[in-house]
């Protein structure tokens, strides 16, 4: 194959959109499976010393709801379920309100909202994106359900509009420049190029389509790469950590220990 | 900001084996860290010194095990005084640190202690 073949624009358009899919999608999952396993093996079983209320140990239940106390069965989320004012039937239930008031989403709803449509959207959005269900009955014979075009287009805006707002934070709010690195921008491009220059390709903003598309592709796939290796590995440690290691904060019974 | 650094009386060497007991467990949060700020309401004394960001969480993390980690253990002794001003002086370890993608931030700062008293960096409060 001669040099002047693999500089063309043709080579190149070709292979973003072929092998390096390929590529792409193999370092994803081979290095999210890694990590996970890795976080897997750092885990250990925790020998926690349930807590039983007896005779001169009184627990007040409705205060401990994070503590490691014999409940019963109680699937993910329930580590103490809900209900709905102070006149409480059962003192293992939590005050919603309270418990609301408390929270991250009521310190900061904020950002509590941006971030959700953020990272909801960012994960989901592409999956249900017309072209790529396109691309995959294309390739595969197979696809998810399709969002209508106005909508993953109005979506796409809401995603670069939340990213806007990360970037107003970090540049702008003390207490976010004050940690933010270049990384931080980096990182934020990169999980916001998939989405700009789709939308600036399917709006057919400039004139040259093929270059923008070829762009919206490499981003994609190099923001998959980058996930199980760099600062978006806060997806992947999210969920380990928070669904596994014992702590207040932990979503359902995690019981293990690092 | 690239001053010299003057290593006496800082034992690196005992400072990476501290640094290696946990060396993996403090790296993946480091590295999981978003700076995203959202810990920083959970700090009673971030809230109490009028919403001052060196009293976030993550900024002491950040510049206390964050920079042993970055260094390799290579500090001198300003950089550990500076790190005793964030992890005893703006840090009681309560606890009630929140992050929202889990990371142990008391486990970080208690580290940073440690490492900080293994080189007699640490508040002598009968003697100041």
């Not at chain 1, 590529?23 to 996970?36: L, P, T």
């Not at chain 1, 696809?143 to 075009?149: A, D, G, I, T, Y």
């Not at chain 2, 640094?19 to 009673?44: I, P, V, Y």
Request: proline letters at 4%.
């Amino acid at each position: 194959m001669a040099l002047s073949h693999i500089f063309s624009w043709t080579f190149v358009y070709d292979f973003i959109r072929g092998p390096m899919v390929w590529i792409a999608f193999i370092i994803f999952f081979c290095g999210v499976v890694f990590q996970v396993l890795r976080f897997m093996s750092l885990l250990k079983e925790q020998p926690i010393k349930k807590l039983t209320p007896g005779p001169g140990h009184f627990i007040y239940t409705r205060t401990a709801s994070h503590l490691p106390m014999d409940r019963g069965k109680t699937g993910w989320f329930k580590k103490g379920w809900f209900t709905k004012g102070p006149d409480k039937k059962d003192p293992n239930k939590k005050d919603w309100r309270v418990w609301l008031t408390l929270s991250i989403a009521g310190v900061n709803p904020f950002m509590t909202v941006v971030t959700t449509i953020f990272h909801v959207l960012l994960i989901g959005l592409p999956v249900f994106v017309l072209g790529h269900n396109i691309l995959l009955d294309n390739a595969f014979g197979v696809s998810m359900v399709s969002l209508p075009e106005n909508v993953s287009d109005f979506l796409t805006g809401v995603v670069i509009f939340c990213a806007l707002i990360f970037l107003f934070r970090r540049l702008f709010l003390d207490r976010v420049k004050i940690i933010t690195s270049c990384a931080d921008y980096l990182f934020l491009s990169l999980a916001a190029a998939p989405f700009v220059t789709g939308y600036l390709a399917y709006h057919q903003v400039f004139s040259n389509y093929k270059l923008l598309i070829s762009l919206h592709i490499l981003s994609g796939e190099l923001m998959l790469m980058a996930v199980p290796f760099t600062k978006f590995m806060h997806m992947i440690y999210m969920i380990m950590v928070r669904f596994n290691v014992a702590g207040e904060y932990s979503f359902g019974n995690a019981s293990k220990n690092w | 900001m690239f001053r010299k650094k003057n290593t006496a009386g800082v034992n690196s060497n005992e400072i990476r084996a501290i640094l290696n007991e946990k060396k993996t467990k403090m790296k993946l949060s480091l590295k999981a860290c978003a700076h995203c700020s959202l810990c920083a309401e959970s700090c009673f004394l971030f809230m109490g010194h009028n919403k001052d960001p060196k009293y976030m969480p993550s900024y002491k993390f950040l510049h206390s095990v964050g920079v042993l980690y970055k260094k390799k253990g290579n500090v001198d002794k300003q950089d550990l005084g500076e790190m005793r001003d964030l992890v005893w002086e703006r840090c009681v370890l309560c606890t009630r640190c929140y992050c929202p993608i889990g990371i142990d931030i008391p486990d970080m700062l208690a580290l940073a202690r440690r490492v900080c008293r293994s080189q007699g960096v640490y508040p002598q409060y009968d003697r100041e």
